[in-house]
């Protein structure tokens, strides 16, 4: 059976202020310098006829090599952290926390400078190389703080299966810097993989519009008429997605819309007619309302006598007039109405 991957968990780790063992590094340079200006010295003395000095004494030699050799040790321990980074402190390959106190510090000067290692071959080339280093070796010291991802158009189907274009922007920070660097290889590449993958899957989750939805309350969520939603949906998503890679999403919105090229001017012609609908529902309404109002007050105020042939007729010329495109041509009439 294979073994399940356990997941890493970031611990917090506090360094030391780096004033306090910058002044012990140069205290133990100063005291090797001052040995060997002493041993100088002596020989000095000892050319021009004063005391006799055979040379340094082993412990003498000892200490200064001591010194310089621990001094040197301590200063690689020195390190600055600015607001919004942190420092994954890794010895001998065991992950043992990440600092996150800013300003000049001081820590183990044995934990990693650098992590991730580059697999190279006998054919590989310098760029490839250099590739491979971009992409697989990482510094200790990881940015927390908000990035934006400008993803590029994508062209997907949606829940109708159309053609359709999208693009999304996302911001997102590295919330667990434990996870960012071993759970994942590179997570800057798997934000990047993951946010096209849960792009496609909400689009196509999702019709373009209500007129390509079977839905006739028109009721549904969309794509086109409710960003909201669907950008809620998205950042849901993503945050389900980029979880294991300790990656965290503050916000993300669709940046570009619409259907694709292929079938973008027949949809036009279908949304164009949809609206010369709507607006010939709208004028038959009023039109409707105009005659009634108008039959009505002929009526009520008694200018005109009419039965329900007249009262036919006239509704009929009315609409006529209310409902053409063009202006209506009046006609005089100076005979009898029949």
């Known amino acids: 059976m294979s073994e399940q991957k356990t997941a890493t968990t970031e611990k917090a780790l506090h360094a030391k202020s780096g004033w306090l063992m910058l002044g012990i590094d140069l205290v133990m340079f100063a005291a090797a310098a001052a040995l060997i200006v002493s041993i100088i010295l002596k020989a000095i003395d000892s050319e021009n006829g004063g005391i006799s000095y055979a040379g340094p004494s082993f412990f003498e030699v000892g200490a200064i090599v001591v010194l310089v050799a621990v001094a040197a040790i301590i200063a690689n321990g020195f390190f600055s952290l600015q607001p919004g980074q942190a420092r994954v402190c890794v010895l001998f390959g065991s992950y043992m926390g990440t600092v996150r106190d800013t300003g000049f510090r001081w820590a183990n000067p044995f934990y990693a400078k650098s992590l991730g290692e580059v ?3 006998e054919s590989i080339s310098l760029e490839d190389i250099a590739e491979k280093v971009k992409s697989k070796s990482h510094s200790s010291i990881i940015s927390t703080r908000a990035r934006t991802l400008n993803g590029d158009r994508i062209k997907v189907n949606d829940r109708m299966g159309n053609p359709i274009e999208i693009a999304t922007v996302v911001v997102w920070h590295v919330a667990d810097t434990a996870k960012a660097l071993f759970d994942v290889d590179n997570y800057e590449s798997y934000v990047s993989m993951q946010t096209e993958t849960a792009l496609r899957h909400v689009a196509s989750v999702y019709a373009y519009d209500h007129m390509e939805d079977d839905d006739t309350t028109a009721t549904s969520i ?9 950008s809620e ?8 997605r980029l979880a294991p890679a300790g990656v965290s999403v503050s916000d993300a919105r669709l940046t570009h819309l619409a259907y694709a090229s292929e079938i973008a001017q027949a949809m036009l012609r279908r949304q164009q007619a949809e609206a010369v609908i ?3 529902k709208k004028i038959v309404e009023g039109a409707v309302s105009m005659v009634d109002m108008a039959l009505k007050q002929l009526s009520r105020d ?4 009419m039965d329900e042939e007249r009262k036919a007729v006239m509704a009929s010329n009315l609409m006529v007039v209310l409902c053409g495109e063009s202006e209506a041509q009046p006609v005089v009439n100076t005979g009898s109405l029949y």
């Open 119 to 121: 697999e190279l071959s």
């Open 222 to 230: 969309t794509l086109r008429t409710n960003i909201e939603e669907v």
């Open 233 to 240: 949906t998205l950042q849901q998503e993503l945050e389900k």
């Open 278 to 280: 709507a607006a010939r």
């Open 302 to 305: 008694g200018i005109v006598e």
